[in-house]
């Protein structure tokens, strides 16, 4: 099981919309740990991060100005397949992973009148991708995944 911090960068026509990082976490479950017998493991990646959060005031044509809050929210779940050879104290590793990523929105908008004005957006998407990266072992080696591993990746 691990548990770790993630960041979020959009790219193409999102970053057209929105420049921000999103900041988030992840947890993965593998049912078969990768093992000096069997190299290939499959597990579970559930993730949040939110993205886009603001609060701010426009000004208006009536000299008042229009509170607006807004935040951007990602959730997935991805079935991961993940190739490492074992041995040694660094551990490079091959993964690839398949599932859906949820999207949502919440804005509200705050009238002069102080009359909220509420908008939820929301939408599923299939979602696909591949990374690597290395594990260090920081603990005694247990292949009964009692060890301890510093864990550095990246997934596109």
Avoid at 24 to 37: A, C, H, R, T, V
Avoid at 75 to 84: I, P, Y
Avoid at 112 to 119: D, F, I, K, R
């Amino acid at each position: 099981m691990s548990f770790y911090f993630t960041t979020a960068i959009p790219i193409n026509d999102y970053q057209q919309l929105d420049d921000e990082l999103g900041y988030g976490g992840n947890l993965e479950i593998f049912f078969i740990s990768p093992s000096k017998p069997k190299p290939l493991g499959v597990g579970i990646s559930l993730s949040y991060f939110g993205q886009g959060l603001y609060f701010y005031e426009d000004p208006c044509y009536c000299e008042t100005y229009l509170s607006n809050n807004m935040a951007n929210n990602f959730a997935n779940a991805h079935l991961v397949f993940q190739l490492a050879p074992t041995g040694g104290t660094v551990r490079p590793y091959l993964e690839t992973l398949f599932g859906g990523s949820y999207i949502f929105s919440y804005s509200q908008i705050l009238t002069p009148a102080y009359v909220p004005v509420s908008l939820y957006i929301d939408d599923w998407a299939w979602s696909y991708g591949v990374g690597g990266g290395f594990k260090f072992l920081l603990g005694a080696d247990d292949d009964n995944g009692g060890s301890l591993y510093l864990d550095l990746k990246e997934d596109i």
